[in-house]
């Protein structure tokens, strides 16, 4: 019988973030003591001094104001050694101005992509699969992307998730299919005969029907 898929256990949606020791580029760190009332983005590349992943951590140091302005931490790990790291931040400096200005864990004994689910062994065993996880000042995970090895990432798009996470959970409503900043969004439907009633003689929303109704957030 196959196996392959329990590996490892990967963490799952609504998880609290499994915790950890770490060196990084920025010192040790306690994960559970990391960034405490800030959302975190944490996300794994295969190996330093590679092609896609040094786009992909250029990609999140150019654009980290942008989660800065989130309230979000962003934390980086491969299974590299601390010393390969701080070379190849240094190289990525020199060669295109470019800081690599957050912690990088340095995960050689694999401990932090196990506990993760970062190593998929039908992709590779020994490199961590392009995962993200975007988890909440709760430490709770709320939403996880893997990409393969030879696929990178799409910042617009991790931006955009994360910004939605943080609408949804402040004005508790959903967002569309698309949804970006300044776009309706979705209000709850109704849950009882009356709130139907009600929903039904609003003018104020945007109805296709009486369980799909859209607002401006303002309005939200």
């Known amino acids: 019988m196959d196996t392959t898929h329990d590996f490892y256990a990967m963490p799952r949606i609504g998880d609290i973030a499994p915790d950890f020791e770490a060196v990084t580029t920025k010192g040790k760190i306690k994960f559970s003591d990391f960034a405490k009332g800030k959302w975190i983005v944490m996300f794994s590349h295969p190996a330093?001094?590679?092609p896609v992943c040094?786009?992909?951590m250029s990609g999140f140091a150019v654009r980290?104001?942008?989660?800065?302005?989130?309230?979000?931490?962003?934390?980086?790990?491969?299974?590299?050694?601390?010393h390969s790291h701080l070379a190849w931040v240094n190289n990525v400096r020199e060669k295109t101005g470019v800081y690599f200005d957050f912690p990088i864990i340095a995960d050689i004994d694999m401990k932090v992509s196990k506990l993760y689910g970062m190593l998929q062994p039908n992709e590779s065993e020994t490199a961590a699969v392009r995962a993200v996880f975007f988890i909440d000042p709760k430490k709770k995970i709320r939403l996880i992307m893997y990409?393969?090895?030879?696929?990178?990432?799409?910042?617009?798009?991790?931006?955009?998730?994360?910004?939605?996470?943080?609408?949804?959970d402040k004005h508790k409503?959903?967002?569309?299919?698309?949804?970006?900043?300044?776009?309706?969004?979705?209000?709850?439907?109704p849950k009882t005969l009356d709130e139907l009633e009600a929903r039904l003689k609003d003018d104020s929303i945007e109805k296709v029907d009486f369980y799909l109704a859209k607002r401006d957030l303002e309005l939200a």
């Open 147 to 168: 990409y393969p090895l030879n696929v990178g990432r799409n910042m617009d798009e991790i931006l955009r998730v994360l910004e939605a996470l943080q609408v949804s």
């Open 173 to 189: 409503v959903a967002m569309p299919l698309n949804w970006k900043a300044g776009d309706k969004v979705i209000v709850p439907p």
């Open 64 to 82: 980290k104001e942008e989660f800065d302005a989130l309230n979000t931490e962003l934390m980086g790990l491969s299974i590299d050694s601390i």
């Open 54 to 56: 040094t786009t992909e």
């Open 48 to 50: 330093d001094f590679t």
